[in-house]
């Protein structure tokens, strides 16, 4: 399977790029009708949902929940701020913090719907259902929602962004991720 236009949003971009999804048919055809120098990459799970959760959209949503209560612009660098686990006080803190976990978010979105990636039960992610697709593209625009109110660097502005992404959270959570019987039944 090829999904086009994915490369541009990872910097990939050109004519002819394509992304070959691992174990697909494209992945173990020879480069035939490729022209030289045309990128291929091939996407791959790494982690399960829970770790993608964890790594990435958790990290980033807390961000966005501090800067309703935390100006981001009052908030001291860390003495060291290359080596800061906190986003807000590291080299990029402060609004583009912000910024950037409003983007994580958005381009995270892109990872819940790739092909072969497994729950933490190891149940497949449910990306061929229409409501996970409709979710996913309410975690995207929530995701935009944020880096457009962290642009403008109104506290008020995230007060509303963070309620969209509260609302695509909870929609998902509330079907795959708060169920009766825990872990062993998300997903299904």
Same mark, same amino acid.
Not at 95 to 114: F, S
């Given at each position: 399977?090829?999904?086009?236009? %994915?490369?541009?949003?990872? #910097?990939?971009?050109? /004519?002819?790029?394509?992304?070959? =999804? +691992?174990?697909?048919? @494209? $992945?173990?055809?020879?480069?035939?009708?490729?022209?030289?120098?045309t990128?291929?990459?091939?996407?791959?799970?790494?982690?399960?949902?829970?770790?993608?959760?964890?790594?990435?959209?958790?990290?980033?949503?807390?961000?966005?929940?501090?800067s309703?209560?935390?100006?981001?612009?009052?908030?001291?660098?860390?003495?060291?701020?290359?080596?800061?686990?906190?986003? %807000?006080?590291?080299?990029? #803190?402060g609004?583009? /913090?912000?910024?950037?976990?409003? =983007? +994580?978010?958005?381009? @995270? $979105?892109?990872?819940?719907?790739?092909p072969?990636?497994?729950?933490?039960?190891?149940?497949?992610?449910?990306?061929?259902?229409?409501?996970?697709?409709?979710?996913?593209?309410?975690?995207?625009?929530?995701?935009?929602?944020?880096?457009?109110?962290?642009?403008?660097?109104?506290?008020?502005?995230?007060?509303?962004?963070s309620?969209?992404?509260?609302?695509?959270?909870?929609?998902?959570?509330?079907?795959?991720?708060?169920?009766?019987?825990?872990?062993?039944?998300?997903?299904?």
């Open positions: 399977m090829r999904v086009r236009n %994915l490369l541009c949003a990872v #910097g990939i971009c050109g /004519a002819g790029a394509t992304l070959v =999804l +691992a174990g697909s048919a @494209a $992945a173990q055809a020879p480069a035939a009708g490729r022209g030289a120098g990128p291929t990459q091939t996407a791959r799970v790494h982690g399960d949902l829970a770790q993608l959760m964890r790594g990435i959209l958790f990290p980033a949503s807390n961000v966005i929940f501090a309703q209560s935390t100006d981001p612009a009052t908030v001291k660098q860390a003495d060291d701020p290359s080596s800061s686990s906190d986003p %807000l006080t590291s080299t990029y #803190g609004w583009q /913090a912000v910024e950037n976990a409003g =983007l +994580a978010l958005a381009e @995270a $979105a892109n990872l819940l719907v790739v072969g990636r497994l729950c933490q039960n190891g149940a497949p992610v449910p990306i061929q259902n229409a409501d996970w697709q409709l979710w996913v593209q309410g975690l995207r625009d929530a995701g935009m929602a944020a880096y457009t109110a962290a642009q403008s660097k109104s506290q008020d502005a995230m007060l509303d962004a309620d969209v992404m509260s609302t695509a959270c909870a929609n998902c959570h509330d079907k795959y991720r708060e169920v009766p019987g825990g872990v062993p039944s998300r997903c299904r």
